[in-house]
C-alpha cells in the first residue's frame, strides 16, 4: 500500500496544476487586496516544498531531501509559467509569478527545518522515525 507521505504531494501537485491551467475565464473575477495573486502562488509552492520533502527523506539526510523538493519546485514552477501563455487559456506568465514561487518554496524549506523537523508533527503526519 502506497504510504500517506507519496501521496500528499501528487494531491497538492495535482492542484498546482489545475489551478495554474484553468482558463482564465474560469477564475472568480475579483481580488481580496493588492497582489493577492502572489499570495496564493507563494502558498501552492510552499506546500509544495514542504510536502515533497518526507518522499525523498532517506537515512536522515535532509539536506538531500530539502535539495530535491527545491528542485522540483522550481522546475514546476517554471513549467507553469512558461506553459501557461502556450495553452491560450487567457493566461500570461509573469517574472513576478515566478519569484513569489521561487520564494513559496524555500520558505518552505526554511519552515520545515525550523518547525516540522524531528518534530511530533513530523512523525505523525508523515509517518518519519
Known sequence: MLKVKYIYPFIWLGLIVFAS???????????????????????????????LIPPFLKEQKYPMSYGTALFIALLTGTLMEYI???????????????????????CGIVIYELLIRNKKIEKKIFKIE
Open 84 to 106: 501557461q501563455p502556450l495553452l491560450s487559456f487567457g493566461r500570461s506568465s509573469e517574472f513576478t509569478d515566478f519569484i513569489a514561487n521561487a520564494l513559496g518554496a524555500i
Open 21 to 51: 491551467l484553468t482558463p482564465s475565464d474560469k477564475l472568480p473575477d475579483f481580488q481580496l487586496f493588492k497582489h493577492a495573486d502572489k499570495v496564493i502562488h507563494w502558498s501552492m509552492y510552499f506546500g509544495l516544498s514542504v510536502l
